[in-house]
């Protein structure tokens, strides 16, 4: 079955440091991978995904995510951290029909 | 243009009850998507329809829920005799097809008191 690790649950960084996020799947074939973001009240906003290709992949605000199939990882980066990105972040895998399954968030906290 | 939209944006029932939760998808997306999100958790899925039919209805946890879509456009989500444990946000999203990016809903917060 297809599984998300975020093994991470509270990240705190300050504002202007640059910023992992930890993403861990488990799936039988080439997976779909996204990153999503969900602010207090808010519904979730797709920041990247990947489908095939280029396994370093671009996305909104700045973020960016490098899937590693040895490692089964698809981890979230930003160089710089602003303090409008506190938020909480999903990984997830897609799968048969386009399900997606999510893992546990990870809440990040910028410091000022 | 418009995006998904959940009504209501929040609905308080007590245990027993039945309630209703609607999902307007974007026009002309053909995927519809329930999931549920409790609290400290990630999104759950519940059901995937294509068109007006439930092509995954796997995620559904028992019989008291049920789903509808039966223009291929707006979706109700049912929960019969509702319990404390279906407290929850509810979300829906919506894509053009499969394999494409899914467009979520603010959700509907639902307690069951």
């Known amino acids: 079955a297809q599984s998300v690790t975020q093994p991470d649950i509270h990240i705190t960084v300050s504002e202007g440091a640059s910023l992992e996020l930890r993403c861990n799947y488990s799936?039988?074939?080439?997976?779909?991978l996204f990153w999503y973001v969900q602010s207090p009240g808010q519904g979730l906003q797709l920041l990247l995904k990947?489908?095939?290709?280029?396994?370093l992949v671009q996305g909104i605000k700045g973020f960016e995510a490098e899937f590693k199939r040895s490692q089964s990882s698809f981890n979230l980066r930003k160089p710089s951290v602003h303090w409008s990105d506190a938020a909480e972040y999903f990984c997830a895998v897609g799968s048969y029909g386009n399900k997606l399954v999510f893992g546990a968030g990870t809440i990040l906290r910028v410091k000022s | 243009g418009a995006g998904v939209s959940q009504t209501p944006s929040n609905k308080v029932t007590e245990k027993g009850k039945y309630v209703e939760l609607r999902c307007d998808p974007i026009?002309?997306?053909?995927?519809l998507y329930w999931y549920r999100q409790s609290l400290g958790q990630g999104p759950e899925f519940l059901i995937y329809f294509q068109g007006t039919g439930a092509a995954d209805d796997s995620g559904l946890p028992n019989d008291r829920f049920f789903a509808v879509r039966p223009e291929g456009s707006v979706s109700t989500l049912k929960i019969q005799r509702t319990e404390r444990g279906d407290s929850a946000v509810y979300l829906c999203?919506?894509?053009?097809?499969?394999?494409?990016?899914?467009?979520f809903g603010p959700g509907t917060r639902l307690t069951v008191l």
């Open positions: 990947y489908f095939s290709g280029d396994t």
């Open positions: 799936y039988g074939a080439t997976p779909y």
């Open positions: 026009s002309g997306h053909t995927a």
């Open positions: 999203a919506s894509s053009l097809g499969r394999d494409t990016e899914q467009f």
